[in-house]
C-alpha cells in the first residue's frame, strides 16, 4: 500500500477527570492541523504533538506500543499522574484501588479515586462511565466497598463523594 505523506504524527492530549485521574485521547495529526504551541516528541518512527497542558500533565510519562495476545495499542505510564499519600493507611487503600478495581472499571470506561480517609470511611470519587450510572450504587457497595473492606480491614465503610446528579454517562452502563 502507499504510504499517507499527508500524516505528520499522533495527538496526545490529556485531561483531568478526577483530582488525580487522566483521560488520553489519541489521533493523527494531518499537514495543516498542526498547531504553533504544540510540543513535538520523537517517538521513533513517529512524532507526538501534545499542547501546554498535556505537556504539564504528562511531565514523567512513557508511551509504549504494545502488542500482545488481545491486540496492540498505545500504552500511557504517567507516574505523575498518580497520587502519592505519605500515610501508609492510604497507600494501602490505593495499592487496593490501582491493582484490583481500577482495571476491572476501566474496561467500562469508569474511574475510582480515593479522596480521604476519616475515622474508619474511605471517601471515594467514582467517575467516568460510573458518574450518573444507574448501577454506580451497586457497584460502589458489592464491587468497591467489598474489595475494600475485605482488603483493608481498618476500613469499615466506603462512601461515595461523587454528585451522580451531573452525570451525562448513563447510557454507558450495560
Known amino acids: 500500500g502507499s504510504e499517507d505523506d499527508s500524516c505528520l504524527g499522533l495527538r496526545i492530549r490529556a485531561r483531568k477527570v478526577g483530582n488525580h485521574t487522566l483521560q488520553y485521547q489519541l489521533h493523527m495529526v494531518h499537514k495543516g492541523e498542526n498547531d504553533e504551541r504544540d510540543q513535538t516528541v520523537p517517538m521513533g518512527r ?27 495499542g498505545f500504552q500511557i505510564e504517567n ?11 492510604y497507600q494501602r487503600i490505593q495499592k487496593v484501588l490501582d491493582e484490583l478495581l481500577s482495571p476491572a472499571l476501566a474496561q467500562h470506561g469508569g474511574w475510582v479515586e480515593l479522596v480521604t480517609v476519616d475515622g474508619s470511611a474511605a471517601h471515594v470519587l467514582l467517575g467516568g462511565g460510573c458518574q450518573g450510572c444507574s448501577g ?10 467489598s474489595v475494600i473492606l475485605r482488603e483493608v480491614p481498618e476500613i469499615k465503610a466506603v462512601i461515595d463523594d461523587t454528585d451522580h446528579s451531573i452525570g451525562d454517562h448513563a447510557h454507558h452502563c450495560g
Open 46 to 72: 513517529f512524532q507526538a504533538f501534545l499542547d501546554p497542558e498535556t505537556v504539564l500533565l504528562m511531565d514523567t510519562a512513557h508511551i509504549d506500543w504494545v502488542e500482545d495476545e488481545t491486540g496492540s
Open 136 to 145: 454506580a450504587r451497586a457497584t460502589l457497595k458489592d464491587g468497591i466497598e
Open 79 to 89: 507516574p505523575g499522574a498518580k497520587p502519592s499519600w505519605a500515610d501508609p493507611l
